[in-house]
């Protein structure tokens, strides 16, 4: 049923969604042509290009039918759980519990750039006193406000203390517009003393026993609440299957990411991994469909690699990047330029990590919230991306400020130059706006010089 690789169009996905379901396709509820998602405003999916193969376009239908799903959890009487900023640590617990259903507002970053800027969701943060000077996060308030994007959590949490002050402004005007919030710690991760025992993190990372205990105490009273919501107990085992399952999405992507990031040819276009990579966050609201997806595009991946079929030439610049783009674009733009992707970084490389399975549950959750790459210091990120560059064997790094991010001031140079030191390899740092359409000419300039760059080096 499936053909060569090759990017196509939505309109040509279209076509070739009614060819394969002439050949038989079975799809999930969910499926149907990529096409219809434009008519709910997603204008900017008739811009991109798309891997071809039924296991992508069941990855775009389940990102893009989220909401129909949290709508449909509520309506079964489970509990919506809306998780902010851990990115990774709070919805396994509550996907622990089956009548739990967690999700990040969050994601609501992306809307902007799916939609146009046509859902008018940063004006509302305007409105609201959060301008541009904030990174397109603030599209979350938008979404609150107009309820038009997903509903309106039952609880909401929010991880604060070593997160950024977009984030930290922005849900303190969310909790003063009157959603309530359950906030909860976590510390910045700092070396342990001489005189500290140590405890070895998930990814590598190493941290004072002291603030991991801190950080789970404050983990069970998330636990607590999410109990309380549920009405059930997360009890020890509960945890721990919940765990299994969590590791299960790792693990596909971990398996995943190998294959396509080291194949000689490229075997799944970047636009699609890093929608594969997401899921790992919050499972896209359905855990155990979000496993049947990977284990779908693996196969693929796998099927290609074997068949020594894949995209772009086997020259193609090998790229590491490094945050994720406001405009999904800029991941087609890479590839039109002559690179491809072995190496991310998307800012959860935590939520990608094995959580452990040798410690009690809460004690292998808290390991995993304080391995975050974004509570510690920059420069143990870049040692974290070296040791992926090195893996991986990129042979530049690309880094994609975000506008208005206050990490992004002064992360990037720090990371560049120890990229640089460390494994002699060229760096570009590039702003990626919600959509690029006005400063493509730019970025493709700058991306093809890189490609450029690489392919000299290599004589
Ligand atoms: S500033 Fe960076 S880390 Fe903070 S919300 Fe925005 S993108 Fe996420």
Redesign the pocket.
């Known amino acids: 049923m499936t053909g060569a690789p090759k990017q196509i169009s939505l309109q040509q996905w279209d076509c070739e969604y009614d060819r394969l379901r002439a050949e038989g396709l079975i799809e999930p509820v969910y499926g149907g042509p990529l096409g219809r998602h434009v008519a709910d405003g997603d204008t900017r999916l008739l811009k991109l290009r798309y891997d071809n193969s039924p296991a992508a376009l069941r990855l775009w239908n389940f990102l893009l039918t989220e909401e129909d799903r949290l709508r449909a959890a509520r309506e079964s009487g489970k509990k919506l759980v809306g998780t902010m900023k851990d990115l990774g640590t709070v919805p396994v617990m509550a996907y622990s519990l089956d009548n739990l259903v967690a999700f990040y507002p969050?994601g609501a970053?992306w809307i902007p750039c799916v939609m146009e800027l046509n859902a008018g969701l940063l004006q509302i943060a305007d409105s609201l006193g959060i301008d541009e000077s904030f990174?397109p996060?603030r599209a979350m308030l938008g979404a609150f406000v107009t309820e038009a994007h997903f509903p309106i959590p039952d609880l909401l949490t929010c991880s604060v203390g070593a997160t950024?002050d977009?984030?930290s402004a922005i849900a303190q005007r969310l909790n003063g517009l009157g959603y309530p919030i359950l906030w909860w710690e976590i510390p910045h991760r700092r070396a342990p003393e001489a005189d500290e025992k140590a405890v070895g993190l998930p990814g590598g990372f190493v941290a004072p026993a002291g603030l991991v205990r801190f950080v789970r105490s404050e983990l069970e009273r998330v636990r607590l609440a999410l109990e309380d919501l549920s009405g059930r107990t997360m009890d020890e085992e509960t945890l721990v299957q919940g765990i299994t399952r969590a590791n299960q999405v790792r693990s596909l992507l971990a398996r995943l990411r190998r294959r396509a990031f080291t194949a000689p040819l490229c075997p799944m276009p970047a636009l699609e991994m890093l929608i594969a990579e997401m899921l790992a966050i919050h499972f896209c609201s359905d855990q155990e469909e979000t496993i049947l997806v990977l284990a779908d595009l693996l196969a693929e991946v796998d099927r290609r690699v074997t068949a020594g079929t894949g995209y772009f030439s086997a020259d193609a610049a090998r790229i590491f990047w490094v945050n994720p783009v406001a405009d999904l674009q800029a991941m087609n733009l890479l590839e039109d330029c002559g690179g491809r992707i072995c190496g991310t970084e998307y800012?959860f490389a935590h939520a990608l990590d094995p959580i452990p399975t040798d410690v009690p549950p809460m004690e292998a959750l808290a390991q995993m919230a304080l391995a975050d790459p974004?509570v510690g210091a920059a420069v143990d990120r870049a040692a974290r991306i070296v040791a992926d560059i090195r893996r991986f064997d990129a042979e530049a790094v690309i880094v994609s400020r975000?506008p208005g991010?206050?990490?992004?001031a002064l992360e990037g140079e720090i990371i560049g130059e120890i990229v640089r030191e460390e494994c002699g390899l060229p760096v570009l740092e590039i702003e990626v706006p919600s959509i690029t359409d006005a400063t493509q000419a730019t970025l493709r300039t700058r991306l093809e010089a890189l490609v450029e760059i690489v392919k000299e080096k290599r004589r």
């Open positions: 969050d970053w990174c996060v950024c977009d984030f800012l974004m975000i991010a206050s990490h992004c």
